[in-house]
């Protein structure tokens, strides 16, 4: 399923724009983008609550300081570039326009130099007082980080997916096909596998109705004596336990037969199928 685009899920998050009749349809049936736009519309409000806030002090030398390192230290990673891309779209979607520089530099030249990958130390004359303006730019920002943040997060999560690991295939030791035995259809057949653990699947398709059930048992082809592993149910695969110390090589022949409900644990003679067990 293609995702809405991160950035878009931002912008009607902020209210910027209103989701078109593909966006509501997507968003009614993607859990994925649904969750991201709550988060995002959270954040939005917790940004928020910080426009009644009073004038605020201009903010200390070394915040910029730390700023201007974290800038710095974010060079070359290309998720946290992503993150800073984000931030300067959507800061210059909210904040307020800055007034011209002394030297010259208007809020549009501003906006292109921070969306540059250049770190410009951030100087006395880049950084005009800021009165009632800071808390409204400060709180669009923190809106801004923390969403671009939350999207980084979600976007690895799609792109990485946590695949689950492939069942490994058990070894087959042995196998027989299944053929019909005495007067059974024709058509009826199946399949005996032996695999390593100790068990027996067996496939089997188009057995005749019986009125009681199918027995599976292993017989040995020399002496006919013969045991019960099991029952089939009205799935057309089962997988039997087999006896720890059964020995394959004397009862080799796989027997389907056709029981009653009569309490009687013995072969009722009446078989279906059989194959004879090689490998």
């Known amino acids: 399923m293609q995702h809405l685009e991160h950035e878009r899920l931002v912008f ?72 800073v891309g984000a931030v300067a779209a959507l800061t210059r979607a909210g904040r307020p326009q800055v007034p011209a520089q002394a030297h010259g530099t208007t809020a549009e030249d ?26 409204r730019w400060a709180a669009t920002a923190v809106t801004a980080v923390a969403a671009a943040a939350i999207g980084v997060v979600g976007t690895v999560s799609v792109l990485e997916p946590t695949e689950p690991t492939p069942a490994k295939t058990p070894t087959v030791l042995a196998s027989a096909p299944l053929a019909a035995f005495g007067s059974t259809p024709k058509s009826a057949q ?26 599976v048992w292993l017989i040995n082809p020399t002496t006919m004596e013969m045991f019960s592993i099991g029952t089939l149910g009205g799935d057309a695969d089962a997988l039997l336990p087999l006896p720890p110390n059964v020995d394959l090589k004397s009862y080799s022949v796989v027997d ?24």
């Open 12 to 83: 009607l998050a902020l209210g910027e724009s209103e989701a078109d009749d593909g966006e509501h349809t997507h968003l009614d049936t993607c859990a994925h983008c649904r969750t991201e736009l709550t988060t995002l519309r959270q954040v939005a409000g917790l940004g928020a609550e910080t426009q009644g806030l009073g004038d605020l002090p201009d903010p200390p030398e070394h915040i910029w300081q730390g700023i201007e390192a974290e800038i710095r230290a974010a060079e070359g990673d290309v998720v946290q570039a992503r993150t």
């Open 110 to 135: 501003a906006d292109d130099s921070a969306a540059s990958s250049t770190v410009t130390r951030l100087d006395a004359t880049r950084r005009p007082r800021r009165s009632r303006g800071w808390s």
């Open 190 to 215: 199946g399949d005996a596998r032996v695999l390593q653990g100790g068990q027996l699947h067996l496939h089997v398709a188009n057995l005749p109705r019986v009125p009681g059930y199918y027995e």
């Open 256 to 279: 389907v037969s056709a029981e009653q409900y009569d309490n009687n644990t013995r072969h009722s003679g009446d078989s279906l199928l059989r194959g004879t067990l090689t490998g």
